[in-house]
């Protein structure tokens, strides 16, 4: 049985504004589903450099002084939907440099799972969005291109990654599959979306209607995602794992069930490539069980 570990840590606490549907409370919920025996190792802080793979050094500096502008205590929005505290330019390394765990823990055959906050597939090189501060699957995807010719990124949230989507659009390097639920925030993430230049083709989105079951999603990955990734033959998957696909969870309109989660893990860890799981959403009731439910496909692998 290959281990698998967890990256966490309580730090992320400080990241936090009350009201808010991303919020510790989640992370403490999803953690609540890790099984009892399951190892689980603190975050280490990215360096800003590590940002700068993916964001642009302008960008990097707005957040970190958005962030030392505030009081403690206090939540300041940057968009509609994503707030900063005067800690969360840290948290934010910490959430990016757990990314970076996983994917060099993957090259030495240990298989992590980053329960991680805030979310991160969302934000691109110079923007944030929908509760995104800084791209953790990005940035994680490009510092295992320093050591690897090409990484695989599946995306399962709900909500199509249109930040890591754009990062890598014109990358050959990357091949970006994400299956979400059509016409929701953030709007992008078409079938024609396929990359361009160099990129072109490289980029593969299945936009799925309301309601779409473990059989849609089991076709995807059966017939579109999986022979892709083995035609591309990537050195590592990342996975972008959102559980907001959940049929309770109030941010999304998906019939998937905690142990469908499991199935999916399971299809992307039967080549034996290697794999490194990220948190992106996930809101519902059902949460922790599919977090159970991944990790024991991970340890049946």
């Known amino acids: 049985m290959s281990p698998v570990t967890i990256v966490s840590g309580d730090l992320f606490r400080l990241h936090d504004c009350r009201g808010h549907p991303e919020t510790q409370k989640r992370l403490v919920h999803a953690l609540s589903g890790v099984p ?5 190792v603190p975050p280490v802080m990215a360096d ?13 500096d707005m957040i970190r002084e958005a962030a030392a502008s505030l009081p403690e205590h206090q939540c300041r929005y940057l968009d509609p939907d994503t707030y900063i505290t005067c800690h969360s330019f840290e948290v934010a390394l910490y959430a990016a440099g757990a990314g970076i765990q996983c994917v060099r823990a993957a090259r030495n055959g240990t298989t992590m799972f980053a329960l991680i906050r805030p979310p991160g597939h969302h934000a691109g090189a110079s923007s944030h969005l929908g509760f995104c501060i800084f791209n953790t699957t990005s940035v994680a995807a490009a510092s295992a291109l320093l050591h690897l010719d090409r990484v695989a990124i599946v995306d399962w949230d709900v909500h ?3 930040g890591t989507q754009d990062i890598f659009y014109f990358s050959d390097r990357v091949l970006y599959c994400s299956i979400h639920q ?10 024609e979306e396929r990359g361009a230049g160099q990129g072109e083709g490289f980029t593969m989105n299945a936009p799925l209607p309301n ?6 999603y089991r076709k995807v990955f059966l017939d579109g995602f999986l022979p892709a990734i083995l035609d591309f033959d990537p050195g590592l998957i990342i996975i972008s794992a959102g559980q907001d696909c959940l049929s309770d969870d109030p941010l999304g309109g998906m019939a998937l069930r905690p142990g469908d989660l499991g199935t999916l893990t399971s299809i992307l860890a039967d080549p034996g490539i290697p794999l490194a799981l990220l948190l992106e959403g996930g809101y519902g009731p059902s949460h922790p069980a599919a977090i159970t439910a991944i ?3 991970l340890g049946d692998t």
Do not use: C, K
């Open 36 to 40: 009892a025996g399951t190892p689980v």
């Open 48 to 60: 800003p450099e590590d940002l700068l793979r993916v964001h642009t050094a302008g960008y990097v």
């Open 160 to 162: 199509h990654g249109n």
């Open 182 to 191: 059509e016409y929701i925030f953030p709007g992008t993430g078409r079938r």
């Open 211 to 216: 309601g779409s079951s473990l059989a849609d």
């Open 295 to 297: 990790v024991h496909a």
